[in-house]
């Protein structure tokens, strides 16, 4: 089930909640209602909205896909680094690297609006070893200073044709991403397409893994969502939800 309308941020939560009544309505009350009217099942609902406004990444359509009674996934393209929710329990994934001084990407694009408070809280992460604050794979969590959320979470995913075990870092990177939110109570997460640009990993496998690791945690958070910088990155991620959720 899709619907698609415009609107402002109380009609959305109106929509979302209207959606959810509707599909915890027992069946017996749709048998004589005509067929326009026959309830999808859960699993394959989802509710378009259009956001124009905080947490909607700087607007566009918004697909949502239930992960839990309590926690909800939503896709949409736009940019993270004007994403938020409230400003103190949500935060950002930046696809950094293992030095975390920013990069190009995603990478620099939070650098940049963040301002140089960020780069002197990354170059204070210790080194784990020489020329590495962050190995790929792990997490680390730093203030999100002139950004609009309240954290960053810098992962580093692996550069697909030269790392050994690229899944497995993939997974690692959304998971220990989610591990260090959870513990830094945080409630909303927008992450980007990790290793997606420079680091030349696959949309189709890259989707799969991060809709799959995500699900780990489908009791954990309020929201997750991917706000997502290209037409066909957010194909592969809007066709990965609807194959796994």
Same mark, same amino acid.
């Given at each position: 089930?899709?619907?698609? /309308?415009?609107?402002?941020? @109380?009609s959305v939560?109106? $929509?979302?909640r209207s959606a =959810?009544i509707?599909?915890?309505t027992?069946?017996s009350?749709?048998?004589n209602?005509?067929f !326009?009217?026959?309830r999808p =099942?859960?699993?394959? @609902?989802r509710?378009r909205v259009?956001?124009g406004?905080?947490g909607?990444?700087g607007g566009?359509a918004?697909?949502?896909? &239930?992960l839990? +009674?309590s926690?909800?996934?939503? $896709?949409q393209k736009g940019?993270?680094?004007?994403? =938020?929710?409230?400003g ?5 994934v930046n696809a950094a690297?293992e !030095?975390?001084?920013?990069g190009?990407g995603v990478?620099? @694009? /939070?650098?940049r609006a963040?301002?140089?408070e $960020?780069r ?5 992460v ?7 604050r962050?190995?790929t ?5 730093t203030p999100?200073?002139?950004? +609009?959320v309240?954290?960053? /979470? *810098?992962?580093?995913?692996p /550069?697909?044709?030269? *790392?050994p075990?690229?899944k ?6 959304y998971?220990n991403? $989610?591990?260090?939110?959870?513990e830094?109570g ?8 990790i =290793?997606c640009?420079v680091?030349r990993y696959?949309y189709?496998? @890259?989707?799969?893994?991060?809709i799959?690791?995500?699900k780990?945690?489908?009791g954990d958070f309020n929201?997750v *969502?991917f706000v997502l910088?290209?037409d066909d990155?957010y194909q592969?991620? !809007?066709?990965?939800a609807? &194959? !796994?959720?």
């Open positions: 089930m899709v619907a698609a /309308i415009k609107c402002t941020s @109380a939560s109106l $929509l979302e =959810s509707f599909l915890q027992p069946n009350c749709f048998n209602l005509p !326009l009217f026959t =099942s859960p699993i394959r @609902a509710v259009w956001s406004m905080a909607g990444g566009g918004v697909d949502r896909f &239930e839990s +009674p926690s909800v996934l939503k $896709l940019d993270i680094t004007v994403w =938020s929710v409230d103190s329990t949500d935060a950002i690297n !030095l975390m001084l920013g190009g990478d620099g @694009a /939070i650098h963040a301002g140089p $960020l002197e809280a990354c170059r204070a210790p080194m784990v070893r020489p020329g590495v962050c190995p794979g792990e997490a680390r969590i999100a200073f002139r950004l +609009p309240s954290r960053v /979470i *810098h992962t580093v995913g /550069i697909y044709d030269v *790392h075990q690229p497995v870092s993939l997974e690692n990177a998971r991403s $989610l591990r260090l939110a959870k830094n945080i409630q909303y997460i927008a992450f980007p397409a =290793s640009g680091f696959p189709n496998e @890259a989707s799969r893994i991060a799959s690791t995500i780990e945690f489908s929201e *969502h910088f290209s990155i592969s991620w !809007l066709e990965a609807r &194959e !796994l959720l």
